[in-house]
């Protein structure tokens, strides 16, 4: 089964913390990506990865293509970070898997 | 340039109407789908469309039908409405090779 499984499910952070949010998954990819879900709002799609470490303003993720595992890190978190948090890959063909979202509320 | 973009935003149905949810991108996207978002459960793939004339069935399809009208445009229509399509409903569209996904706004279904 393909499987994508993110940890941890919610997380709170005062502002100005470093946070970090976890993605594995069971096979092989060909992408990973990593989306940003405001309440209420739409979904957007914060980094494509498919090797390596990518770097957005204050925003790092990174794959480690060996050990099925991806990481997604804020430094000096925000309030205006807050937002839930998707992993999804996708494996061979044109479908993606989703994981279940991390919750993330930045306390000023 | 707009995306994708998803209509209505919002729809309140009785049990057993029907209705067709819009859904048009300008990226010249090949692959469009349809998912729907419940709380506490990952986003679930109800259709998918890999190219203009192709249709293919996701993780829930029951209850559902899809047109892949054109590049453009992908729609996804309630035949009988039930309380549990009750949900919020997400187009998206990405280039072969997944390296761009892109979502729509969202269409907030409730079915009474």
């Known amino acids: 089964k393909n499987e994508v499984e993110q940890s941890p499910q919610n997380l709170t952070a005062q502002e100005g913390e470093f946070i970090t949010i976890n993605c594995s998954y069971s096979?092989?990819?060909?992408?990973l990506h990593w989306l940003q879900q405001h309440p209420g709002g739409g979904i957007v799609s914060l980094f494509m990865?498919?090797?390596g470490k990518k770097k957005h303003g204050r925003l790092i993720a990174t794959i480690n293509i060996q050990e099925k595992h991806s990481s997604l890190h804020i430094t000096a978190s925000h309030p205006r970070d807050s937002a839930v948090y998707i992993c999804a890959v996708m494996y061979t063909g044109n479908q993606f898997y989703f994981g279940t979202g991390t919750s993330l509320t930045v306390i000023p | 340039n707009a995306g994708v973009t998803q209509t209505p935003k919002f729809q309140v149905l009785k049990t057993g109407q029907s209705m067709t949810l819009q859904c048009a991108q300008d990226?010249?996207?090949?692959?469009m789908y349809w998912y729907r978002q419940d709380p506490g459960m990952g986003l679930r793939l109800i259709y998918y469309?890999?190219?203009?004339?192709?249709?293919d069935k996701g993780e829930v399809p029951n209850g559902y039908n899809v047109s892949r009208l054109n590049k453009r445009e992908f729609s996804l229509r309630l035949e009988s409405a039930a309380p549990s399509q009750t949900s919020v409903y997400f187009c998206?569209?990405?280039?072969?090779?997944?390296?761009?996904?892109?979502f729509g706004a969202g269409s907030r279904l409730t079915v009474l």
């Open positions: 096979v092989g990819i060909s992408a």
């Open positions: 990226m010249n996207h090949n692959s």
């Open positions: 990865l498919s090797s």
């Open positions: 998206a569209s990405s280039v072969t090779g997944a390296n761009v996904l892109t």
């Open positions: 469309s890999a190219s203009e004339g192709t249709t």
